[in-house]
């Protein structure tokens, strides 16, 4: 929430000094600046993206759609964040990008054929083996609630499906059942991932192409907070702010 009241106030001081009427919810998301102030780390200030790790890692990912802000949100968690090394290397051609199976290729493009939310597993179990839209559901749940009881349930209809359904060799959907088990420990919803990304560019456009307005709209925010705004401080001096 405090965020969304920074994103406000920087409308409200952009229209008065600037005379720029912006509506946040329709700035283009291929924004080259924008995608250029997350590529170098920039980040002091924007939604989800400012710790030191995450900073580090979007200079080695250099985000380039808004896809890769998603994948960053959800991936930048205990857990996952064991692949972000992978996820880097394979959108840059470092890293061979593939797939469990070939039928799985369109659940997973957009990740680089790495497993990162709950809605690509309740794709797969769908487009791979055959699952309804509900028993879609009670595997997610199973997953996101770590139901072992569910899982151990959902695990023979998923590879009797895949032999069926895509004619995948058994013991590869052994091994596939295998890495949904441990990706289940801290599955990401892509949903939820996608609106805190939308802040997160929302935050990032306003910085890079109304940087005095945004800080001192994220100041105003933070009048209480000493330590932030030593931070804040600090990267107004390193933005060139007075």
Partial sequence: LSNLTTIKNALRIIKRVYGADIDINTIPLDDAQTYQLLSSGDTTGV????SAGMKRY????????????IAMVALYRPGPMQFIE???NR???RNTISYPHASMKNSLEPTYGILVYQEQVMQI??????????EADTLRKAIGKKNAALMAKMK?????GGQKHSGIDQALMERFWKQLEDFAAYCFNKSHAACYGLIAYQTAYLKA????????ALMTSDYDDTDRLAIEIAECKKMGIA
């Avoid at 769908?126 to 839209?133: A, D, L, N, R, S």
């Fill in 86 to 88: 992978e996820f880097v």
């Fill in 156 to 160: 023979d209809k998923m590879i009797d």
């Fill in 58 to 69: 979007l200079k080695e990912l250099k985000p380039s759609v808004f896809e890769d802000i």
């Fill in 209 to 216: 192409h109304y940087p005095s307005a945004f800080m001192a």
């Fill in 91 to 93: 959108k840059h051609g």
């Fill in 47 to 50: 939604f989800q993206l400012e």
């Fill in 125 to 134: 179990s769908k487009e791979v083996c055959g699952f309804t839209g509900g």
